[in-house]
């Protein structure tokens, strides 16, 4: 099962109607969307608006690979999942995200292997033809360790120290 | 009031911000840690641990922002934290700016979603805050954030 998301802010139409055509066009049957609220509604995938966190994870962990925006949540959830993720930026200009921080995060993520990225509508059909190819990574860990975690503890315990004496 | 342990406020939106906030667990063992976010569905990620919703900020709407803060000095009256920790973005903020009034230290870690750039919103959070965090190394400033590492 293809899961495509859209993420809990706006809709992606944009992303939609493409995954949409292609699905048509493909006669694929193995797609299910979140569209979220007020999205534009697919003619040839099962879709919803809205997935509650539980039913998201639930959804995300029976996916064979994952189609959506390139949000944090999304990018983190097939991360930790191990699922192969192909992501397309949302864009402030088309007024689908407050900033155009997507388009920063995914070439990010992408130069540190994280993820398949399609910038734009031609990239994602190309790439969608291509889809059972796409290969996931190594899991992360649940938690995360080292630098960030260390800091954070050392700013809490050695203040907490500080005040005790 | 003597505590054994300090007390942790762990405190973000949904979606992203919720997901890299739990990602640093490991931060908060040997800690109290009373979690907050927006919505009642998230409180399956934390297990047994304390767990409270919040109003959440909605920016297109004054009376939201004022519920919002209202809910969240509420919580910091009730559990009176030693530390709030963020990963943003409006509810963070606000338990930030009152947490300080009331004497409590603050984390602001910056989204990794913010990877090209401070966002502006994150730039004033995080210069209110005790400690201010950026997960990207390039965006580490004398003056501003510091880096330590990313929540991957």
Known sequence: ?165 | MSRSKPKVLAIASGGGHWVQLLRLRLAFEGCDVVYATAKEGYRSDVGCASFHVIVDANRSNKIGLVRSAWSIFSLLRKERPDVVVTTGAAPGFFALKLGKLMGIRTVWVDSIANAEELSLSGAKAGSCADLWLTQWAHLAREDGPQWKGNVL
């Open chain 1, 1 to 165: 099962m293809i899961l495509v998301t859209v993420g809990t802010d706006l809709p992606f139409d944009r992303m939609m109607k493409i995954v949409d055509r292609w699905a048509g066009d493909t006669g694929r049957r193995d797609i299910f969307a979140q569209i979220g609220e007020g999205g534009w509604r697919p003619k040839h995938i099962p879709f919803v608006e809205f997935l509650e966190p539980a039913e998201f994870k639930k959804r995300f962990a029976e996916a064979s690979l994952v189609i959506g925006h390139a949000g944090m949540g999304t990018i983190l959830s097939a991360l930790l999942h191990g699922k192969p993720i192909l992501v397309m930026p949302k864009m402030a200009i088309y007024g689908e995200h407050r900033n155009e921080h997507q388009t920063a995060t995914a070439k990010r993520m992408m130069a540190l292997g994280n993820v398949n990225v399609a910038f734009d509508e031609i990239e994602l059909r190309a790439k969608l033809d291509l889809i059972d190819e796409l290969q996931g990574r190594e899991p992360i860990e649940v938690h995360a360790s080292g630098g960030l975690v260390e800091g954070i503890r050392e700013f809490i315990f050695h203040g907490w120290n500080e005040n005790c004496r």
